[in-house]
């Protein structure tokens, strides 16, 4: 069974950070590349991040590029999402998933982590 648990929301000032954290289950992690998305009320789920499966590759959005930083670490099946310098327009729930630009499990969502970015 496929599970992806995130963590490491919360409520934050602007310019503050944040390290998100998921933890995946049920599949091979260390041969699946992963990827981070979120989604604000209202809004479609959209890529945030991703990274291949052995961290030499990596893929930002343009709004991500020189403030977060996708990593993992393959011996716990962990994926983190390093945020720097938020700003309000951050604001959303998180959610990690298999694949590099887009998720392909997509039938098995985890319940996401929240980042507020008060101004």
């Known amino acids: 069974q496929v599970q992806f648990v995130e963590s490491g929301g919360g409520l934050v000032q602007a310019g503050g950070s944040l390290r998100l954290s998921c933890k995946a289950s049920?599949?091979?992690?260390?041969?699946?590349?992963m990827s981070w998305y979120r989604q604000s009320p209202g809004k479609e789920r959209e890529l945030v991040a991703g990274i291949s499966a052995d961290s030499y590759g990596r893929n930002y959005q343009d709004f991500a590029h020189g403030r977060f930083t996708i990593s993992r670490v393959n011996d716990i099946n962990t994926v983190y999402l390093q945020m720097d310098d938020l700003s309000p327009s951050d604001s959303a729930t998180y959610f990690c998933?298999?694949?590099?630009?887009?998720?392909?499990?997509?039938?098995?969502w985890g319940r996401g982590t929240l980042v507020t970015v008060a101004s």
């Open positions: 998933n298999a694949g590099y630009y887009r998720p392909t499990m997509d039938n098995d």
């Open positions: 049920g599949f091979t992690f260390s041969k699946s590349d």
